[in-house]
């Protein structure tokens, strides 16, 4: 037998042996049922890039009402909660002595008032002199400095709400001394809030005042709250390397509470459209991630390139189309060019 022979016979019994076993195996396909799969039809959806962060929600307007003087709480206007216009009347406290030096102010001014009134004709007649009209007219102006000081003093017994808004829980009760500086009770406005949050230094030349932000909490459910960007910090914090970002949240039905904490995103770029599947789709693997796509009856073994993840859904950069009927269930039992069955 020739040296070519030699080599020859082994190659063909091989090859022969391959063919048989791929006959073999594809007829064992065939005989194999249909996996029982469940599809979902790839559609497409709006994908836009998005920063997270967290922060903390602030009231547009908020104060601690505290008086400017000292004094017993003689009266008090409001309830815990409720809602105040600006200029309502909320403690008064106790006013006699003050009202009292405002009689006693306001006969002086009376006085001095007729006596400067009286001066100033004699001085036009000259029969007063200089001096005496100078003087007259100083103790009218100290009078009317008197009354002055004491109404401005009078007014600070009677505190009212600066601005509107909803009263927090009363701190004081009625007859109890207060001193100038003790907190009677907090007022807030709430229509319009704001969120205080922080983005990673790479992100900061993405982060533009009129973008679209959106905030969650658990505090809320589901519910999700639309807002923009107000304002951004004009440094970066050295310490942290975070740049502080301001957003506004309408709050129309009062529903967020100031002080909450909140997951924020706020949207930058343009937006896309891409494709969207449920996440259980996705095999992952070393050689890259895929799906299998149902066509003519067979999973068809899919390579995708993944986008975000938004809920239980993600977004697919490439390698699907809309339209797509994507394994989501029974992929376990698969391989590329099995039959299926769909079960609805």
Partial sequence: MSVIKKIIIPILILALSQASAAFSAKAETEKMPPVAVNVVKASLATWQESINSTGSLVSQQGVAITPDVSGHVTKI????????????????????????????????????????????DLYKRRVASESQYDEAQA????????????????????????????LGIRRVNLGAYVSAG?????????????????????????????QRITIHSDAYGDRIFQGKVLATESLINPNTRLLEVR????????VLISGSFVVAKVFVGEAKQLIKIPQTAIQYSQEGNYVYVVKDGKAVKTGVTLGTRLDKNIFIISGLQSGDEVVTAGQQRLFDGAAVSIEH
Avoid: C, W
């Fill in 247 to 254: 957003a506004r949240i309408p709050n129309k039905d009062n």
């Fill in 182 to 210: 003790d907190p009677i009770v907090n007022l807030e406005n709430t229509d319009l809030l704001f969120v205080d949050f922080t983005v990673p230094e790479i992100y900061s030349k993405k982060v533009k005042v009129g």
């Fill in 139 to 166: 103790k009218f102006s100290e009078a009317e400095a008197d009354v002055q000081k004491v109404e401005a003093q009078l007014a600070q017994t009677l505190i009212k709400a600066p601005f509107s808004g909803y």
């Fill in 77 to 120: 206007y409001f309830k815990s909660g409720q809602y105040v216009e600006a200029g309502t009347p909320l403690v008064q406290l106790f006013p006699d002595v003050l009202q009292a030096q405002l009689r006693q102010y306001k006969a002086t001014l009376k006085l001095a008032q007729s006596s400067f009134k009286r001066f100033a």
